[in-house]
């Protein structure tokens, strides 16, 4: 089992293209980076799971219902005190723009509200950087993953969010710095890498296991020690590329899981090759769909070449 920590909260998604001023209607998708990769290691066939609050509301209903929907399991606490959080989109070229809201209840997450077996039991753990913006929050994922570093993989999606650290910009690169010091495993854009070597944070003084950039239409790179390979981008029609991001980190860590190599110290260009198309593929098909929740169930891509060189061999 995968388990991802973070945010799960309601998308809502302008129904027409433009800035939010000028909308006037909004469909509701659920959403938050972890429990979208969550739902997507679901739908490729790999055992996920959540760890996460919602409020005592009718959305964190409707969110623990499509989670479990979706097979995913979950070990999502529930907060009398703050409500759901939520999300508006607006969809420009469909390129996402976010407002994310604040004083939700997965910011209120407590060392006490995670049960730690399914952690430390995990094939790996997957985090972002939101509950990295507000305490307990912070605290607590922070906690969970020093105690975790060397026992159990550790994937890290940097997922920038400035508008929730405005003033604490510092604050921001460091916690950042902190996290990637923890991680095995990382994933950003090319737009996030630029900006923290912008703000004084190479790369290359950490040492993950596996780092992945992509690079929308131009594709990803991936490392992992000395082996480095580009994997070029397939070429689709995007309606919606919320989510994205999310199902090339769900595809990474799926094509790692197939291939036996979550737990390995470096992997060689051929196996970098094959996870790094599987990736691209799953990343591409989700953009063809609304919603964050996108990825392609493995039934719908099984027979496609990037997808037996992986899932296939592994089942025989």
Same mark, same amino acid.
């Given at each position: 089992m995968i388990v991802s920590i973070?945010?799960?909260?309601?998308?809502?998604?302008?129904?027409?293209?433009?800035?939010?001023?000028?909308?006037?209607?909004?469909?509701?998708?659920? !959403?938050?980076?972890?429990a979208n990769v969550a739902v997507g290691l679901s739908r490729l066939g790999v055992e996920g799971a959540l760890v996460s609050k919602v409020g005592e509301d009718p959305f964190g209903d409707f969110l623990l219902e499509r989670l479990h929907d979706e097979g995913v399991k979950t070990y999502v606490s529930r907060d009398a005190e703050k409500h759901t959080g939520v999300v508006f989109v607006q969809l420009i070229g469909a390129k996402p723009e976010f407002i994310l809201y604040d004083g939700v209840a997965y910011f209120n997450l407590k060392p006490w509200d995670v049960e730690t077996t399914p952690l430390e039991n995990a094939e790996a753990v997957h985090f972002g950087t939101v509950l990295f913006a507000r305490e307990p929050s912070r605290s607590t994922l922070f906690g969970i993953l020093e105690e975790l570093k060397g026992r159990v993989p550790l994937s890290y999606d940097v997922n920038i969010r400035p508008d929730l650290w405005r003033g604490r910009e510092e604050e921001m690169l460091r916690n950042i710095e902190r996290a990637l010091q923890l991680a095995d495993i990382v994933?950003?854009?090319?737009?996030?890498?630029?900006?923290?070597?912008?703000? !004084?944070?190479?790369l290359d003084e950490f040492d993950f296991k596996l780092?992945?950039?992509?690079?929308?239409?131009? !594709?990803?790179?991936?490392?992992?020690?000395d082996a480095k390979v580009h994997i070029p981008a397939y070429r689709v029609e995007p309606v919606?590329?919320?989510g994205a991001g999310d199902a090339f980190t769900a595809a990474l860590l799926a094509g790692l899981h197939y291939s036996n190599l979550l737990g390995e110290d470096s992997i060689d260009e051929?196996?970098?090759?094959?996870?790094?198309r599987f990736a691209n593929l799953v990343a591409a098909i989700s953009t063809t769909r609304r919603g964050a929740w996108s990825v392609p169930k493995m039934e719908e891509?099984?027979?496609?070449?990037?997808?037996?060189?992986?899932?296939?061999?592994?089942r025989r």
């Open positions: 973070g945010e799960v909260l309601i998308d809502f998604i302008a129904l027409q293209e433009g800035k939010l001023k000028d909308v006037k209607s909004f469909e509701k998708h659920p !959403g938050g980076a972890p994933k950003l854009g090319d737009g996030e890498l630029e900006y923290l070597r912008n703000n !004084g944070i190479s780092l992945a950039v992509t690079s929308g239409e131009k !594709g990803s790179e991936l490392t992992s020690g919606d590329t919320t051929e196996h970098l090759r094959k996870i790094g891509i099984v027979q496609m070449k990037e997808v037996r060189e992986l899932y296939q061999r592994s």
